[in-house]
């Protein structure tokens, strides 16, 4: 499960701080990757939702340890 914002058209783990300050009136859910490139939509940089396993962000400092 990912967010995306409708105007950046970026897709995000949920609770990537970027993705949180999303207003709600933009942010969508999108069920998988797959679905989020068929909507036109582009992976976070921060959270870097494609590598490691799914879930919620967590500080690359953190994985890292």
């Known amino acids: 499960m990912f967010n ?5 058209r970026i897709f995000c ?3 990537c ?3 949180r ?3 709600p009136e933009h ?3 999108l ?3 797959r679905q989020a490139f068929a909507a ?3 992976p976070c940089r921060v959270c870097e939702p494609l590598r490691g ?6 500080a690359k400092r953190l994985r890292a340890a």
């Open 13 to 15: 783990r949920p609770g």
């Open 31 to 33: 069920g998988s990757a």
């Open 21 to 23: 300050r999303t207003k």
């Open 27 to 29: 942010r969508v859910r």
């Open 40 to 42: 036109g939509y582009r």
């Open 4 to 8: 995306g914002c409708t105007t950046t």
């Open 53 to 58: 396993a799914p879930g919620p962000w967590m």
């Open 17 to 19: 701080p970027p993705g």
